[in-house]
């Protein structure tokens, strides 16, 4: 059985005194210790402890939103003459983008803190994540979230989220593995919490996150974000995010013709979107003066793209998007609002504000779709192009091309509406808008983020240092092969003195004939059993891939993941071909990525 992941306890130094805390922290250390729970179990507890924390952080950090929408906004307007009102809120937004980008700076925060910063600290940093630049991070973003900044409220919360799975993992001295899935498990958490949504939270967090869907991190972040959710919904309500009434589609099939278009107006836009958001600090940086202008330049520009909007881009830091963008109004002003978002959103983002980019990227994906709605109603006959239909499921297009994240852009979107009747237009959009993002531009929000700053993360690792690592100095050339002519009884004494799942099977030559699973040893003696079976190890070989030893760990591991392979065998050229050398395995794999990590951090 596997063992539970017990902290392992550690002999303190001796203390002349002992506060009440310590002491009931490290009795609650030993009764842990004491418990036989399996590892799953154990995980999934802990997932659980962590949704309920981080549910109630999600309450908290909107009631902070709140009280900066009150401050910055509401009181000041009120104070304010009627007269030339709407000229107040590129001010207000400009203060609160100074005050933001004051606190980051008196606070010494480092750039991040964000869902990329997450992803690093996940591949990078054995799950570690700092205190206080989160702390600050959060009252950063309230402020530019309450005084009308275009962001999301998602990216502050995942990371708030992630930091206390961090924080409870490492307390508890659990291996770093196990530290990873708590992140993730906040991250799932606080998604779900901030959009009730916890189908889109868990795959969220296995999506971006850890970028794995193992089955031992699959359970608990799953448990992790429907606690989320459920804490956030005696406070902020059981309500659909959009209460859209979508009609009927009486033409299914023929409407599945025309939602392809949209999926690559929804990946060509993305791309825009993603370069300038990308862009924007830079442009900040030849803002000429001292840096505090930086802050104030972007707020007053968003905060005039905002009050230019009517109030349509207005916020107050909730997911709110304006009935009139599902389809209400003339398809040249919805596209011209989403254009108006992508800019507000770059300039908020790249010139100091702090905050996600997954609830603006929903907006403009409902102004775009939208907007391509209204004008395809107008074109095409039939009553084939639903706007309504076509914002709703544009979100879900915008989302995966930009955030490069497909299921949890079907799942969020699918969630927020609770219409199962478009789930395949939402999975078409999805899918159509996310190969035609990665046709023409490399990198997503987020992970173009890390791209700027020299990082390559992907799977949960870092891609640089998988490029640099070669299976030579990953696999084990002591694995032994077996002869193609050898007995099952061999067979299952072979099985038993190795270490690994598999057996390879080699001809007199060192040749690679195929690999003899556990399992399928098993099955061969059972079916001699049954009916007097005659088999031997070439009979039930099965061809495998091969990797040469100069290949990278990337490499082998894109093997692995496109086989569904747990070991590669290992070949070496010589004058009669190539030979078996050995085996490569994903733990093998995966340990000489640590060591290399260690190395270059």
């Not at 906004?73 to 609160?96: E, H």
């Not at 803190?113 to 991070?137: E, F, S, Y």
């Not at 709605?373 to 297009?397: D, F």
């Not at 002519?485 to 299952?492: E, Q």
Request: aromatic share 8%; hydrophobic share 50%.
């Amino acid at each position: 059985m596997t063992q539970p992941p017990r902290p392992t306890r550690q002999t303190p130094e001796p203390r002349p005194a002992r506060t009440p805390l310590p002491r009931l922290w490290d009795k609650a250390l030993r009764w842990l210790e004491r418990r036989d729970w399996d590892e799953s179990a154990t995980l999934m507890v802990f997932g659980a402890l962590v949704g309920v924390v981080t549910g109630l952080g999600v309450v908290a950090f909107y009631g902070l939103i709140d009280l900066s929408h009150l401050v910055l906004i509401r009181w000041p307007r009120q104070q304010l003459p009627v007269v030339g009102r709407a000229l107040y809120q590129p001010l207000l937004t400009a203060f609160g983008l100074w005050a933001a980008w004051f606190v980051i700076r008196r606070t010494r925060t480092p750039d991040g803190q964000n869902v990329p910063d997450v992803q690093l600290a996940v591949a990078k940093r054995d799950g570690v994540i700092q205190t206080n630049p989160v702390l600050a991070r959060a009252l950063a973003a309230a402020m530019t979230l309450g005084s009308g900044g275009s962001a999301g409220a998602e990216g502050p919360v995942a990371v708030h989220g992630s930091w206390l799975g961090s924080l409870l993992g490492r307390r508890l001295r659990f291996q770093t593995r196990h530290v990873k899935i708590l992140v993730g498990c906040g991250a799932a958490a606080g998604i779900a919490g901030a959009f009730n949504a916890p189908f889109a939270g868990a795959f969220f967090a296995l999506e971006e996150v850890l970028g794995t869907f193992s089955a031992g991190a699959f359970s608990p972040v799953v448990v992790a974000s429907v606690v989320g959710a459920l804490t956030v919904r005696p406070f902020l309500g059981d309500n659909l995010v959009f209460n859209v009434v979508l009609p009927n589609d009486p033409h299914p099939f023929a409407s599945a013709l025309v939602y392809p278009l949209l999926g690559i107006a929804c990946g060509l836009v993305a791309v825009g979107y993603t370069r300038l958001v990308l862009a924007a600090p830079a442009a900040s940086r030849r803002v000429p003066g001292p840096d505090w202008v930086k802050p104030v330049v972007g707020g007053l520009l968003a905060g005039a793209i905002v009050a230019a909007s009517g109030g349509l881009l207005a916020g107050n830091g909730h997911l709110a998007i304006p009935g009139e963008i599902f389809g209400g109004l003339a398809w040249y002003l919805l596209l011209a609002i989403a254009a108006a978002k992508i800019a507000a959103t770059a300039l908020t983002l790249g010139f100091g504000g702090s905050g996600g980019v997954f609830t603006p990227t929903l907006f403009i994906g409902a102004a775009l779709g939208g907007g391509l709605g209204v004008l395809g109603a107008q074109v095409v006959p039939g009553g084939l192009v639903n706007p309504q239909a076509w914002a709703l499921v544009g979100m879900a297009g915008m989302v995966a091309a930009a955030t490069r994240a497909p299921l949890t852009a079907i799942f969020m979107v699918y969630e927020m509406t609770d219409d199962y009747r478009y789930v395949v237009p939402l999975m078409l959009v999805t899918a159509i808008a996310h190969v035609t993002s990665r046709r023409f531009a490399k990198h997503g929000l987020y992970d173009g983020w890390l791209a700027a700053r020299g990082e390559q993360i992907a799977h949960g690792v870092d891609r640089s240092v998988m490029d640099s690592v070669h299976v030579h100095e990953a696999y084990d050339r002591k694995a032994r092969g077996v002869p193609p002519g050898m007995d099952l009884d061999g067979l299952a004494v072979a099985a038993g003195r190795t270490k690994h799942g598999v057996i390879p099977v080699l001809d007199p030559d060192g040749r690679l004939v195929g690999l003899v699973g556990h399992h399928a040893i098993r099955d061969a003696l059972l079916a001699r059993l049954e009916h007097s079976t005659v088999l031997i190890a070439e009979d039930i070989a099965e061809p495998a891939e091969t990797i040469h030893t100069h290949a990278s760990l990337r490499e082998a591991l894109s093997v692995m993941n496109a086989r569904g392979q747990d070991a590669l065998a290992v070949v070496e050229n010589s004058p009669r071909g190539e030979r078996f050398s050995g085996l490569l395995t994903r733990d093998g794999l995966l340990q000489a990525y640590e060591r290399a990590l260690k190395r270059a951090v």
